[in-house]
């Protein structure tokens, strides 16, 4: 039936119930007859906290640790993830970015993906088990772990979905789509069936969390089909197109 992306944002995630909801959208998906690829980001606001915790030791603390400890709250989620789906029944393993095959220039803090080696994703789908991949996160040419900046998931999914070829990148989050406006700060906000790339991006660019605009970029890019919907209610969410 073809691959397909499912991408959790921190909120999805947050706690049990979130991995137990996340956890079923999965196993749903893959006893449908899909090849699932999910991509996680760290539980609710597990990145600022380990950003507190090491401001609390040192006032400019190193990148490449300061990236290390940040790539641990998405490799935290991508196992419990991995525990949740199996608990539903879905033959599941969790992938760091680097076991993943997620290559970057290794710009810790902001690095970019460079390349995508999908050996090991596609060897773990042929074996019949959805891969749980750590959002947000990439190796660095020499070998370190290196993040891709704040909110860097969804360039994950979506540069992973345009590497395997997925027919389609499902961005999971806690609003049911993309609106004309925050719907969290303006309530007369109407929800969108669906938005062009480019007003995307522009959307993006000006501060709609909704979707990074790398994202974005690759999604435009490479034709990437993707819908951002909400991973609590089920309802159709926002699809982009060209
Ligand atoms: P996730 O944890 O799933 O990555 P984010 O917090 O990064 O979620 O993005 C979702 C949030 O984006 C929503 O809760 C919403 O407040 C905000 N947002 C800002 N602009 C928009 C918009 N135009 N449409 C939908 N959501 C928006
Ligand atoms: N956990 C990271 C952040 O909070 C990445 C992400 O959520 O996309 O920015
Ligand atoms: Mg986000």
């Known amino acids: 039936m073809g691959i397909i992306v499912q991408k959790f944002g921190g909120t999805s995630v947050a706690d049990a119930k979130g991995l137990r909801r996340a956890a079923k959208l999965i196993a749903a998906a893959h006893s449908a007859g899909n090849e699932v690829v999910a991509v996680v980001s760290a539980q609710g606001n597990s990145t600022d906290e380990l950003l507190k915790k090491a401001a609390e030791i040192s006032f400019d603390p190193c990148k490449r640790e300061l990236d290390s400890l940040l790539?641990?709250?998405?490799?935290?989620?991508?196992?419990?993830?991995?525990?949740?789906?199996?608990?539903q029944g879905c033959p599941a393993v969790s992938l760091s970015g680097p076991a993943a095959g997620i290559f970057t220039d290794g710009h810790y803090g902001e690095a970019e993906i460079t390349q995508i080696d999908t050996g090991r994703i596609m060897k773990e789908l042929y074996a019949g088990r959805a891969v749980v991949v750590a959002g947000f996160q990439g190796a660095a040419p020499n070998g370190d772990v290196a993040t891709l900046g704040r909110g860097g998931s969804d360039t994950s999914a979506v540069a992973l979905a345009a590497a395997l070829g997925a027919k389609i990148c499902k961005i999971y989050t806690d609003v049911e789509g993309v609106y004309t406006a925050d719907p969290r700060l303006d309530p007369s906000a109407?929800?969108?069936?669906?938005?062009?790339?480019?007003?995307?991006?522009?959307?993006a660019k000006a501060g709609a969390q909704v979707l990074h605009p790398r994202a974005v970029e690759l999604a435009k890019k490479h034709k990437v089909p993707v819908e951002v919907l909400s991973s609590f209610t089920g309802t159709p969410g926002t699809v982009l197109m060209q």
């Open 190 to 203: 109407k929800k969108l069936d669906s938005i062009s790339y480019d007003e995307m991006l522009a959307m």
């Open 71 to 87: 790539a641990s709250g998405e490799q935290a989620a991508m196992a419990l993830l991995a525990i949740a789906a199996e608990a």
